[in-house]
């Protein structure tokens, strides 16, 4: 029996309550197909919560609840498929590949083995200064079969990796599905490196656990194997419209300091001080606060959003 699979990586960035997101469309000849039609109905179909468990065997497929049946649908290698994204906001999303062994239905196969290659991703972008996160904003991503793809079934599945908690193990959001293919006018090549689900993953790789936040990431390592093709030639390119703000946004919370010249004295005030100063990365303000407003030198007081979602994409393909 011969094994394939692929895999795509995406990063993006969401608010973080509002995140939760599905991949309920596979987009086809430039086309959404119905939710749920061919790809496999998630755990989360309803309520969109992410995944947390990369050891779980719902790390393939986040199916393990249910047992809707979805069909399977004809792709020519070297064409465009795609996700779209289901959620509130819909901006998040990656996929990836495998193919079902020989004699065997993809509609009934489960993927598993060490079968699964990655075809293209979206990596997160970190200099130490910035990171950002190119996927975000996206409602759907796209992604080319490989042209040398030899024909057969496949399962085609993506990841997102939301990393607004990542800095704890398990706190990594996981969004996955997966679709069923039949990958037609195929090539020679042979996809590699293999990886399983689960397997590919610990949990402690850089890219899975890691503090987004604090100092900022000199770079980042999609997690799993390379894409293949190595030529990239596989995947389309990444999205052009990459957003190339700051993930944290901050604002300069002003001090009010007022001056009286009603006598000879001179008298200041800052604000509701109650005296103390707080140290770096303390809390200086925010809503029912009534600590200290006043920053250890030499630092100043920002209002910091800390309820972005910042996250990562990829996809898979076996066969
Ligand atoms: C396909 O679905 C995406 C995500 O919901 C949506 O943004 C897009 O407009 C849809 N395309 C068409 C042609 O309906």
């Known amino acids: 029996m011969k094994f394939l699979s692929a895999l795509v990586v995406v990063a993006t960035l969401a608010a973080k309550v509002s995140a939760h997101y599905v991949w309920p469309q596979l987009i086809v000849g430039g086309s959404n197909t119905s939710a749920w039609q061919y790809v496999r109905q998630t755990n989360n ?25 979805s069909s399977t649908i004809s792709v020519a290698a070297g064409s465009t498929v795609g996700f779209t994204i289901s959620g509130n906001p819909s901006n998040l999303y990656h996929p990836g590949m495998a193919k079902a062994p020989s004699a065997t239905d993809v509609a009934s196969w489960d993927g598993s083995g060490t079968v699964w290659f990655k075809i293209y991703e979206i990596p997160a972008i970190a200099d130490g200064v910035t990171i950002t996160f190119p996927a975000t904003g996206l409602s759907e991503i796209e992604f080319t079969i490989p042209s040398s793809l030899p024909s057969g ?19 990594a959001q996981f969004y996955i599905a997966c679709a069923q293919v039949q990958v037609t006018n195929g090539g020679s090549g042979t996809p590699s490196p293999l990886v399983a689900f689960p397997g590919a993953y610990t949990g402690n790789e850089p890219g899975i656990l890691i503090n987004i936040y604090y100092p900022i990431p000199t770079s980042y390592a999609q997690p799993g194997p390379p894409v293949w093709p190595a030529s990239g030639s596989g995947g389309a390119a990444p999205p052009t419209s990459t957003i190339t703000t700051s993930p944290i946004t901050t604002t300069t919370k002003q001090i009010t300091t007022t001056t009286t010249k009603a006598t000879s004295t001179t008298s200041s005030s800052t604000g509701s001080s109650t005296g103390t100063t707080v140290p770096e990365f303390g809390q200086c303000g925010g809503q029912s606060y009534t600590g200290s407003t006043v920053c250890a030198a030499p630092f100043t007081c920002k209002v910091t959003n800390r309820e972005a979602t910042y996250s990562s994409h990829a996809v898979f393909v076996l066969h």
Not at 46 to 63: F, H, I
Not at 158 to 168: D, F, G, P, V
């Open 153 to 171: 079934q496949y399962l085609i599945r993506t990841e997102h990796i939301a990393l607004h908690s990542a800095s704890y193990y398990g706190g």
């Open 45 to 69: 179909w309803q309520d969109l919560n992410p995944m947390l468990d990369v050891t779980s065997t719902d790390v393939r497929c986040y199916t393990s609840l249910e047992s809707g049946t």
